[in-house]
């Protein structure tokens, strides 16, 4: 069984940093695209930051230059370095991946999530 599991969420003020991860365990065997989406109450889930296995990033207009997304392969996990934090950054965060199980089924997986909030 595959999970994913993610840490690094909580409360930081206006202009702070926090970084996320993501942990991928379970029969694996092999990890394709990376992402970050998050959903803040009464909006629709977004995508907030995608990363392929070769390394190819793709961010959301609203979090570019801001955010970093960054994966180690050998560990199976997935990072969110977030900086300069607006309000407007509140939400929580899941983690998604494309991922091949050793039984040869493709599919993609979600995270429980992980609560962000910026505030003063």
């Known amino acids: 069984q595959v999970q994913l599991v993610e840490s690094g969420g909580g409360l930081v003020q206006p202009g702070g940093s926090l970084r996320l991860s993501c942990a991928v365990s379970?029969?694996?065997?092999?990890?394709?695209?990376m992402g970050w989406y998050r959903q803040a109450p009464g909006k629709q889930r977004e995508v907030v930051a995608v990363?392929?296995?070769?390394?190819?990033?793709n961010y959301a207009d609203s979090v570019k230059g801001r955010f970093t997304i960054s994966r180690d392969n050998a560990k199976n996990t997935a990072y969110l370095q977030m900086n300069s934090l607006k309000p407007e950054d509140t939400a929580v965060y899941y983690c998604n991946a494309d991922i091949r199980d050793v039984v040869g089924s493709r599919k993609t997986y979600w995270g429980q999530g992980t609560q962000v909030t910026v505030s003063s």
């Open positions: 379970g029969s694996i065997f092999n990890v394709y695209a």
């Open positions: 990363i392929i296995s070769g390394g190819s990033t």
